[in-house]
């Protein structure tokens, strides 16, 4: 099995520097924030917390590609980094400290490129999360000081916490009907949105979450953490990894269960 330990404490130093650059701008009464192509904000916070990263990178791993929200695709190969700058703006935009800084390393392989290395990290939260294939997943302020993170055992849905981000997505896509019938067969239900509903499924929580549309740099960090705390993460057609547009992630006990419910094929 391949060792990711270098790149796992690569991924931690950049996430080092997204986070002072994002910090030091977050509530800043004069931050620049603009509207992208498809009418999402972008900040300026965004745009030079991936620009950080993407010279890092370039200088410490020349060969390999970078993909990021804001500057799209650069570079070819077997190996490619994947970065959400900052996943949540319209949270960091209005003060709410709910965001983090998404990075992975994915790699070339049977059914295309998947994550093998993951960092999530949330400063105005004081916390991070991360995982490496193979070695398990992890939260903590820095890879010496780590708790080993695990999925819940809960196996029936009627016991179950849920997980999600909003109500607008599932309505666009026909599926609200389905979405609110899994909001009546669950214990709880919370909207918590964006990477923490994953995070917690891989602390165990939340046993499981659902979004309607993501895109790889969304997602692709949240798939590698919550597979090596023992969960699931597919696409909502059950498809695993982050390639779908969109996820349902869980404990593994009840993915079969949420797929039921929101399986575009049905």
């Known amino acids: ?76 190969g077997p190996r490619r980094w994947v970065i959400d700058p900052i996943d949540g703006t319209k949270n960091y935009v209005r003060g709410v400290p709910v965001w983090a800084t998404l990075i992975s390393l994915m790699e070339a392989g049977e059914g295309g490129y998947q994550p093998v290395v993951g960092v999530v990290s949330a400063p105005a939260l004081g916390r991070r999360w991360w995982a490496a294939k193979g070695a398990g997943a992890y939260s903590g302020r820095s890879l010496s000081s780590a708790t080993r993170l695990g999925v819940s055992k809960v196996s029936r849905l009627s016991d179950a916490s849920f997980a999600y981000s909003s109500l607008s997505g599932w309505e666009e896509r026909g599926r609200l009907n389905d979405f609110l019938d899994l909001t009546r067969s669950v214990w709880r239900t919370r909207a918590y949105g964006d990477f923490w509903p994953y995070m917690m499924v891989a602390e165990g929580s939340v046993d499981i979450c659902a979004e309607p549309e993501l895109s790889l740099w969304d997602m692709a960090a949240n798939a590698i953490i919550v597979q090596e705390a023992g969960g699931s993460f597919t696409g909502l057609d059950g498809v695993p990894g982050p390639h779908s547009g969109n996820a349902a992630a869980s404990n593994g006990l009840l993915h079969a269960e949420l797929l039921d419910f929101l399986d575009p094929r049905r």
């Open 1 to 76: 099995m391949a060792d990711y330990h270098d790149d796992l404490r690569l991924a931690h130093v950049l996430a080092d520097a997204a986070d002072a650059a994002t910090m030091d701008r977050f509530k800043a009464l004069d931050l620049k924030v603009e509207n992208k192509p498809d009418m999402t904000p972008v900040s300026e916070a965004d745009k030079a917390a991936e620009e950080l990263i993407r010279s890092q990178l370039q200088r410490a791993r020349p060969r390999d590609a970078i993909l990021g929200e804001e500057y799209g695709i650069e570079g070819t």
